[in-house]
Structure formats: structure tokens, C-alpha cells
């Protein structure tokens, strides 16, 4: 593999990482406070639609980022309303967050825009771009720093948008907070004996709440990026699963941010391949036959289903995860 090439899968790995990578540490954070979060899919979608919709109307990406992140909490706040004040079933809410989601975002696409669900692109100056733009190319990087470092370093590494930085940042951010500091160590001890929590005086619930609303600003983000930085514009179920495989690099990460870290970036990297090996054909000795573009493109939703077949039952989830806290009188 030559330079190029290896800075451009490297560049792609890390775009597509960025909005699993996200919604992975959304759900690390209501699942650590013992809130089953299948509503990933869901949020992210809706916040993509908010974010795309208010960007095309005002012309402003703040505006967009802003509306993105005010549904994904609200979404957020209505699954803690359901399961945490009203103890209902956890995965049943989340499944229908993503089915609600999933219908009305055409349903306002059609009576907002009238373009079957989707929205109008989003203007070029309102997308984030990278912070170097010029590098986006191979070539520009390349002529400022060199051969290998343009396209791996500069190209690969230093032309992504902020918040591609910051969704790797806020591993750090997450760990930092659940492994040192106080609240981080009160959410993570009510995902595993709410009752002790409760004991010593912490409201449950609204650690609970805290750590939803927490997941709703990361899918808000998560979901943003995929209209104004990935994408031009908002079109159905452009989520396209992304919120199940963020779930499943949780688990695969046994709900801890750096591990989950490395399985969005598995899962990040066999899709930006997929992409690259569109169009190859199978070895001489095999028949030499192209393969299938489907084939390549199911690589990482099979990868999901190896993952959890395998390692789901390994898993250690926090002790509390899906149990409803009733106090004790």
C-alpha cells in the first residue's frame, strides 16, 4: 500500500469513526448509570434531521449544531421519563425512540420541504470543514510537508473538522471524569448498587437524568456531523445502523471509553476499506470474478453480528443495567 493510499483509508477511518465514536461514549455514559440506551439509532437520526433542517433555514452552523443537540436531549429526556421516572422496560422505549425517529423525520421532511423526507442541502459555508482545508487533498499536503508525511500525516491526520478532534478528545474527557472525579464515580456506582447511592443521600434519578442528558448532547453531536460535515443534506434513515454498531463497539469495549475507542475505530476502518475495495476482483486461481459491491459494504454490519455473538456473554455490564430503582421505604 502506498502513501497515498494509506492516507486516504486513514483519512476515511477517521471520518467514519467520528459519529460512532460519539454515539459509543453516549451510551457509555446512561449505560455506566444503569439506563439500557437501544435508542442511539434513533437520536442520532432525529438530531442529523435537526441539525440539517436548522442549518438550511438559518443559515448558521451554531444554529444547526444547537438544534441537533436540543432533540437529542429532549429525546433523551423522554426515554429517563419512561424508564427511569416511570420504571418502564428500558429496551422497549429505546426501540421506540428509533421507530419514532425513524417515521417522523420523513414525515416533517415531507411537510417542511416537500423533497420525499429529505432536507435541502446544507450551503457550503455553513458545513464544517477541515481545519486545513487544502490538505483534504493528497497533493496540497503532500507539497507542504512532503511525500509520506503530506499524505499520511497531513492528509490522514491534520484535515478533519473539529469535530472529528474533539469526538477523540472526549475519550479522554470521559475517562477523566469517570475515573476521577466525583460525580463521574457517583454515576458509575449507580449503574452498579443504586440502592448504596440512594443510601448515602444521592438522588438515583437524578444522576440517572444527568447521565441521559449527558447522552443526548454527545448524539446531538454525533448526529450533526453527519448533515453538516459528513453529508450536504438529510435523507432517510441516513443513520443506516450506525447507532446498533455504536452499541455493539460498547459492548465489545466491556462499557469502558478507551477499549470502545479501539472497536469504533475496527469498525471505523472495515468500513472505510469497503469503500476502497469497491470494484476488486477475486484472485485468478478463485475465477477471477469481481466482488459483489453488497459483499463488501455488509463487512462491518457482519463484523457486529460476529462481535456480539462472541463476545456479548464475556460482556461484564454494570449490575444495575436495565433494573428500575424502586426506594426502598
Known amino acids: 500500500m502506498d502513501e497515498v493510499m494509506m492516507g486516504s483509508v486513514l483519512a476515511s477511518t477517521l471520518r467514519v469513526t467520528t459519529p460512532l465514536l460519539l454515539c459509543a461514549l453516549a451510551g457509555l455514559l ?3 448509570a444503569g439506563v439500557v440506551d437501544i435508542g442511539l439509532e434513533g437520536k442520532m437520526l432525529f438530531a ?3 441539525a440539517a433542517a436548522a442549518a438550511s433555514a438559518s443559515h448558521s452552523t451554531g444554529l444547526g449544531i444547537m438544534a441537533a443537540i436540543a432533540v437529542a436531549c429532549a429525546m433523551s429526556m423522554i426515554h429517563g421519563f419512561a424508564c427511569v421516572s416511570h420504571r418502564g422496560d428500558q429496551v422497549v422505549s429505546g426501540v421506540a425512540l ?3 425517529a425513524a417515521g417522523l423525520t420523513v414525515v416533517l421532511g415531507i411537510a417542511w420541504f416537500s423533497q420525499g423526507g429529505q ?3 446544507v450551503d457550503a459555508s455553513v458545513r464544517l470543514t477541515g481545519l486545513i482545508p487544502s490538505w483534504s487533498e493528497p497533493a496540497a499536503a503532500q507539497a507542504a510537508l512532503g511525500p509520506w508525511l ?3 500525516l497531513g ?3 491534520l484535515s478533519h473538522n473539529v469535530l472529528v478532534y474533539l469526538a477523540f478528545a472526549l475519550v479522554a474527557a470521559v475517562w477523566f471524569f469517570m475515573e476521577r472525579t466525583r460525580p463521574g464515580l457517583r454515576l458509575r456506582a449507580v449503574g452498579e448498587n443504586p440502592a448504596m447511592v440512594d443510601a448515602a443521600g444521592v438522588s438515583v434519578a437524578g444522576l440517572r437524568y444527568s447521565a441521559l442528558l449527558m447522552n443526548g448532547v454527545l448524539c446531538g453531536l454525533a448526529g450533526s456531523y453527519l448533515t453538516l460535515a459528513q453529508n450536504a443534506a438529510f435523507s432517510p434513515n441516513m443513520t443506516a445502523g450506525r447507532g446498533y454498531i455504536a452499541l455493539a463497539a460498547l459492548i465489545f469495549g466491556k462499557w469502558k471509553p478507551v477499549p470502545t475507542l479501539l472497536a469504533c475505530l475496527l469498525f471505523g476502518f472495515l468500513d472505510a476499506l469497503a469503500i476502497r475495495m469497491q470494484g476488486v476482483s477475486l484472485p485468478a486461481a478463485l475465477g477471477g470474478a469481481e466482488v459483489p459491491v453488497q459483499a463488501i459494504q455488509a463487512l462491518p ?3 457486529t453480528v460476529v462481535l456480539l455473538a462472541g463476545f456479548i456473554g464475556q460482556a461484564l455490564a454494570p449490575k444495575a443495567l436495565g433494573l428500575p430503582y424502586v426506594k426502598e421505604r
Open 119 to 121: 432536507t435541502p442541502p
Open 301 to 303: 454490519y457482519l463484523l
Open 30 to 32: 446512561s449505560e455506566r
Open 48 to 50: 442529523a434531521f435537526a
Open 98 to 100: 428509533n421507530m419514532v
Open 150 to 152: 503530506g499524505a499520511v
Open 155 to 157: 492528509h490522514g491526520v
